[in-house]
T-cell receptor
Framework: GAVVSQHPSRVICKSGTSVKIECRSL??????MFWYRQFPKQSLMLMAT?????????EQGVEKDKFLINHASLTLSTLTVTSAHPEDSSFYIC??????????FGPGTRLTVT | QKEVEQNSGPLSVPEGAIASLNCTYS??????FFWYRQYSGKSPELIMS????GDKEDGRFTAQLNKASQYVSLLIRDSQPSDSATYLC????????????FGTGTRLTIIP
């Protein structure tokens, strides 16, 4: 149990375009999901907390207008990187609070902006 | 002072030996503690959770928590090459808030 999926697993886009990443809890309902970013050889950086039916809570320094988060159902949260630039290239990982305490992570999405 | 601290390593352990990973945290009110394993290029995988002082065992893994010393550790017995990964310590600092605070991780290498 407690499986989280992400789509796509890998995406390459051109600078200035937008990219949408989906995060789904497959076998449980998740009222809270989290979005992280991880640069090479660094630890996870929490970007925002996504709550079903309400606005996301962004961490300090994360631009809410650039990283749009929508959590419209108990099993789906999306992250849209708007007007992507090469510095947005990173490994984006979502997680969900599962049936027992702790977070369960999706497999991640590797974004490359050219 | 960082909220959750880990030695970044690398920590090298011979195959079959016990690997010991350590983590300290600064907020004395922290309630929940987790160990995640992350292979290179992959997302973290939950290994253990621990909430009360003492030891908690699951297979080859043992988590140890000492709230008085603000210290949590992970022991891996009979280390295997497949245990080579980065191990992340994570803490829920704010009670009622599910947000995890991560350490920077310890890179573990098991030497065959």
């Amino acid at each position: 149990g407690a499986v989280v999926s992400q789509h796509p697993s890998r995406v390459i886009c051109k600078s200035g375009t937008s990219v949408k990443i989906e995060c789904r809890s497959l076998d449980f309902q998740a009222t809270t999901m989290f979005w992280y970013r991880q640069f090479p050889k660094q630890s996870l950086m929490l970007m925002a907390t996504s709550n079903e039916g309400s606005k996301a809570t962004y961490e300090q320094g994360v631009e809410k207008d650039k990283f749009l988060i929508n959590h419209a159902s108990l099993t789906l949260s999306t992250l849209t990187v708007t007007s992507a630039h090469p510095e947005d290239s990173s490994f984006y990982i979502c997680s969900a609070s599962g049936p027992s305490e702790g977070q369960y992570f999706g497999p991640g999405t590797r974004l490359t902006v050219t | 002072q960082k909220e959750v601290e880990q030695n970044s390593g690398p920590l090298s352990v011979p195959e079959g030996a016990i690997a010991s990973l350590n983590c300290t945290y600064s907020d004395r009110g922290s309630q929940s503690f987790f160990w995640y394993r992350q292979y290179s290029g992959k997302s973290p995988e939950l290994i253990m959770s621990i909430y009360s002082n003492g030891d908690k065992e699951d297979g080859r893994f043992t988590a140890q928590l000492n709230k008085a010393s603000q210290y949590v550790s992970l022991l891996i017995r009979d280390s295997q090459p497949s245990d080579s990964a980065t191990y992340l310590c994570a803490v829920i600092v704010d009670f009622g808030n599910e947000k995890l605070t991560f350490g920077t991780g310890t890179r573990l290498t098991i030497i065959p």
